[in-house]
Protein backbone atom coordinates (compact mmCIF):
# COMPACT_ATOMS: atom_id res chain seq x y z
CA UNK A 1 0.00 0.00 0.00
CA UNK A 2 1.26 3.30 -0.83
CA UNK A 3 2.40 6.08 2.42
CA UNK A 4 -0.87 8.50 3.27
CA UNK A 5 1.59 11.13 1.64
CA UNK A 6 0.45 10.11 -1.38
CA UNK A 7 -2.65 8.15 -1.07
CA UNK A 8 -4.47 10.82 1.05
CA UNK A 9 -6.26 13.20 -0.66
CA UNK A 10 -5.01 15.80 1.82
CA UNK A 11 -1.69 14.90 1.87
CA UNK A 12 -0.91 14.44 -1.86
CA UNK A 13 -2.79 17.88 -2.43
CA UNK A 14 0.50 19.18 -0.82
CA UNK A 15 3.20 17.35 -2.42
CA UNK A 16 3.51 20.27 -5.19
CA UNK A 17 3.42 22.62 -2.83
CA UNK A 18 6.06 21.59 -0.94
CA UNK A 19 8.53 20.27 -3.74
CA UNK A 20 6.58 21.03 -7.09
CA UNK A 21 10.35 22.72 -7.89
CA UNK A 22 11.68 19.61 -9.15
CA UNK A 23 14.56 20.40 -10.46
CA UNK A 24 16.09 17.02 -9.67
CA UNK A 25 13.97 15.75 -12.91
CA UNK A 26 15.77 17.75 -15.85
CA UNK A 27 18.86 15.25 -15.88
CA UNK A 28 16.03 12.51 -16.80
CA UNK A 29 14.76 14.69 -19.65
CA UNK A 30 18.61 14.95 -21.03
CA UNK A 31 18.85 11.15 -20.68
CA UNK A 32 15.61 10.73 -22.28
CA UNK A 33 16.39 12.78 -24.88
CA UNK A 34 20.31 11.17 -25.02
CA UNK A 35 18.73 7.66 -25.66
CA UNK A 36 16.49 8.76 -28.36
CA UNK A 37 13.43 7.51 -26.50
CA UNK A 38 10.00 8.23 -28.10
CA UNK A 39 7.90 6.33 -25.72
CA UNK A 40 8.15 6.58 -22.00
CA UNK A 41 6.76 4.26 -18.31
CA UNK A 42 7.07 6.56 -15.66
CA UNK A 43 6.52 4.14 -12.97
CA UNK A 44 5.40 5.62 -9.61
CA UNK A 45 4.21 8.73 -11.74
CA UNK A 46 3.13 10.74 -8.59
CA UNK A 47 1.49 13.69 -9.23
CA UNK A 48 2.41 13.73 -13.09
CA UNK A 49 5.65 16.41 -12.68
CA UNK A 50 8.10 14.41 -14.72
CA UNK A 51 5.17 13.08 -17.02
CA UNK A 52 4.21 16.22 -17.99
CA UNK A 53 7.49 17.32 -18.16
CA UNK A 54 7.67 14.44 -21.19
CA UNK A 55 4.79 15.32 -22.67
CA UNK A 56 5.81 18.47 -23.07
CA UNK A 57 8.88 17.35 -25.18
CA UNK A 58 6.79 16.05 -27.11
CA UNK A 59 6.99 12.26 -25.78
CA UNK A 60 4.34 9.49 -25.70
CA UNK A 61 3.87 8.94 -21.60
CA UNK A 62 2.43 6.67 -20.06
CA UNK A 63 2.08 7.31 -16.27
CA UNK A 64 1.34 4.66 -13.55
CA UNK A 65 1.23 5.00 -9.72
CA UNK A 66 -0.93 2.98 -6.96
CA UNK A 67 -1.57 5.88 -4.94
CA UNK A 68 -5.00 6.82 -6.74
CA UNK A 69 -4.97 10.42 -4.93
CA UNK A 70 -2.17 11.60 -6.36
CA UNK A 71 -2.61 10.16 -9.79
CA UNK A 72 -6.22 11.91 -10.01
CA UNK A 73 -3.87 15.06 -9.45
CA UNK A 74 -2.27 14.26 -12.47
CA UNK A 75 -5.28 13.57 -14.58
CA UNK A 76 -6.09 17.04 -13.68
CA UNK A 77 -2.69 18.14 -14.57
CA UNK A 78 -2.52 17.01 -17.85
CA UNK A 79 -4.48 15.22 -20.39
CA UNK A 80 -1.48 14.21 -23.05
CA UNK A 81 -0.51 11.77 -20.82
CA UNK A 82 -1.96 8.12 -20.53
CA UNK A 83 -2.26 8.07 -16.18
CA UNK A 84 -2.92 4.58 -14.99
CA UNK A 85 -3.96 3.26 -11.19
CA UNK A 86 -1.93 0.37 -10.14
CA UNK A 87 2.29 -0.61 -10.50
CA UNK A 88 4.11 -2.73 -12.94
CA UNK A 89 2.66 -5.39 -12.16
CA UNK A 90 -0.82 -4.74 -13.77
CA UNK A 91 0.00 -2.50 -16.83
CA UNK A 92 -1.83 -3.34 -19.85
CA UNK A 93 0.62 -4.74 -23.03
CA UNK A 94 3.37 -1.74 -23.98
CA UNK A 95 6.39 -1.10 -25.56
CA UNK A 96 8.74 1.46 -24.98
CA UNK A 97 11.31 2.80 -25.39
CA UNK A 98 12.44 4.05 -21.77
CA UNK A 99 11.10 2.82 -18.11
CA UNK A 100 11.36 5.63 -15.89
CA UNK A 101 11.96 5.34 -11.40
CA UNK A 102 12.68 8.99 -10.19
CA UNK A 103 13.36 10.11 -6.83
CA UNK A 104 12.76 7.52 -4.24
CA UNK A 105 10.44 5.00 -6.42
CA UNK A 106 12.54 2.41 -6.62
CA UNK A 107 13.92 2.56 -2.53
CA UNK A 108 10.26 1.81 -1.28
CA UNK A 109 10.23 -1.64 -3.01
CA UNK A 110 11.34 -3.27 0.40
CA UNK A 111 11.33 -6.96 -0.52
CA UNK A 112 10.26 -9.35 -3.26
CA UNK A 113 8.41 -6.65 -4.58
CA UNK A 114 11.21 -5.27 -6.25
CA UNK A 115 11.86 -8.49 -8.33
CA UNK A 116 8.50 -8.26 -9.32
CA UNK A 117 8.76 -4.44 -10.30
CA UNK A 118 11.54 -5.67 -12.77
CA UNK A 119 9.75 -8.30 -14.01
CA UNK A 120 6.78 -5.96 -15.04
CA UNK A 121 8.96 -3.13 -16.59
CA UNK A 122 10.82 -6.01 -18.48
CA UNK A 123 7.69 -7.05 -20.55
CA UNK A 124 6.97 -3.27 -20.77
CA UNK A 125 10.12 -2.65 -22.80
CA UNK A 126 11.03 -2.81 -26.68
CA UNK A 127 14.13 -5.47 -26.97
CA UNK A 128 17.58 -2.93 -26.60
CA UNK A 129 14.98 -0.74 -24.31
CA UNK A 130 16.13 1.20 -21.28
CA UNK A 131 15.63 1.18 -17.69
CA UNK A 132 16.77 4.73 -15.73
CA UNK A 133 16.71 5.09 -11.51
CA UNK A 134 18.46 6.34 -9.05
CA UNK A 135 18.51 5.55 -5.63
CA UNK A 136 20.35 6.91 -2.62
CA UNK A 137 23.94 5.48 -1.98
CA UNK A 138 24.27 3.64 1.40
CA UNK A 139 27.69 4.41 2.12
CA UNK A 140 26.76 7.92 2.39
CA UNK A 141 24.40 6.99 5.21
CA UNK A 142 21.92 9.88 4.19
CA UNK A 143 19.72 8.91 7.09
CA UNK A 144 22.37 10.30 9.65
CA UNK A 145 21.02 13.88 8.71
CA UNK A 146 18.10 12.90 9.15
CA UNK A 147 18.14 12.21 13.01
CA UNK A 148 17.53 15.97 13.72
CA UNK A 149 13.89 17.14 13.00
CA UNK A 150 13.29 19.36 9.61
CA UNK A 151 10.32 21.66 9.48
CA UNK A 152 8.62 23.69 6.92
CA UNK A 153 6.04 26.12 6.44
CA UNK A 154 3.54 26.64 3.46
CA UNK A 155 0.31 28.47 3.01
CA UNK A 156 -0.20 28.02 6.68
CA UNK A 157 0.30 24.38 6.57
CA UNK A 158 3.41 23.17 8.81
CA UNK A 159 5.06 19.98 7.92
CA UNK A 160 7.56 18.33 9.84
CA UNK A 161 9.92 14.96 9.13
CA UNK A 162 11.00 12.88 12.02
CA UNK A 163 13.48 10.23 11.74
CA UNK A 164 11.91 7.07 13.35
CA UNK A 165 15.11 3.98 12.42
CA UNK A 166 17.75 2.64 10.72
CA UNK A 167 17.31 -1.40 11.02
CA UNK A 168 19.32 -1.72 7.72
CA UNK A 169 19.29 -1.77 4.59
CA UNK A 170 16.09 -0.62 6.09
CA UNK A 171 15.42 2.94 7.43
CA UNK A 172 12.08 4.93 8.41
CA UNK A 173 10.51 8.39 9.31
CA UNK A 174 7.80 9.93 9.30
CA UNK A 175 5.89 13.06 8.25
CA UNK A 176 3.47 15.01 9.93
CA UNK A 177 1.29 17.94 8.79
CA UNK A 178 -0.47 20.34 10.74
CA UNK A 179 -3.75 22.37 9.04
CA UNK A 180 -4.73 25.81 9.84
CA UNK A 181 -7.49 24.35 11.94
CA UNK A 182 -5.19 22.97 14.08
CA UNK A 183 -5.81 18.94 12.52
CA UNK A 184 -3.00 17.01 12.22
CA UNK A 185 -2.03 13.84 9.60
CA UNK A 186 0.90 12.15 9.82
CA UNK A 187 2.25 9.43 7.09
CA UNK A 188 5.04 6.82 8.07
CA UNK A 189 7.71 5.81 5.15
CA UNK A 190 10.20 2.74 4.99
CA UNK A 191 12.82 2.98 2.17
CA UNK A 192 15.08 0.14 1.22
CA UNK A 193 18.90 1.40 0.59
CA UNK A 194 20.69 -1.60 -1.70
CA UNK A 195 24.25 -1.16 -2.89
CA UNK A 196 25.26 -0.59 -5.96
CA UNK A 197 26.54 -4.36 -6.78
CA UNK A 198 22.91 -5.81 -5.17
CA UNK A 199 21.08 -3.69 -7.64
CA UNK A 200 23.39 -4.60 -10.55
CA UNK A 201 22.61 -8.59 -9.86
CA UNK A 202 19.22 -8.00 -9.45
CA UNK A 203 19.04 -5.76 -13.06
CA UNK A 204 21.04 -9.22 -14.12
CA UNK A 205 18.95 -11.78 -12.73
CA UNK A 206 15.99 -10.16 -15.09
CA UNK A 207 17.25 -9.48 -18.51
CA UNK A 208 18.92 -6.28 -18.34
CA UNK A 209 22.31 -4.96 -18.94
CA UNK A 210 23.74 -2.10 -16.62
CA UNK A 211 25.24 -0.27 -19.32
CA UNK A 212 26.20 3.33 -17.08
CA UNK A 213 25.84 4.20 -13.30
CA UNK A 214 26.36 7.87 -12.95
CA UNK A 215 26.20 10.22 -10.36
CA UNK A 216 23.21 12.27 -9.59
CA UNK A 217 24.42 16.08 -11.04
CA UNK A 218 22.28 17.41 -8.00
CA UNK A 219 23.17 15.42 -5.19
CA UNK A 220 26.93 14.54 -6.35
CA UNK A 221 28.41 11.68 -4.30
CA UNK A 222 25.54 10.94 -2.88
CA UNK A 223 23.00 9.01 -5.01
CA UNK A 224 23.28 6.25 -8.44
CA UNK A 225 21.55 6.76 -11.44
CA UNK A 226 21.38 3.32 -13.23
CA UNK A 227 20.94 3.07 -16.63
CA UNK A 228 20.19 -0.21 -17.79
CA UNK A 229 19.85 -2.11 -21.26
CA UNK A 230 16.75 -5.26 -22.15
CA UNK A 231 18.88 -7.81 -23.50
CA UNK A 232 16.11 -9.70 -25.33
Not at 114 to 126: C, N, P, Q, S, V
Not at 132 to 151: K, L, N, T
Not at 172 to 195: Q, V, W
Amino acid sequence: MPDALFADPRLAALYDLFDGERTDLVPYLEIAAELGARTVLDVGCGTGCFGTLLADAGLTVVGVDPALASLELARAKDSRVTWLHGDATTLPPLQVDLATMTANVAQVFLGDDWDATLRGIHAALKPGAHLVFESRRPEARAWEGWRVPVQREKNGVRERRDFLSADLPFVSFRHTYRFPDGREIASDSTLRFRTREEFGESLTAHGFEVVDVRDAPDRPGLEHVFVAKKLS
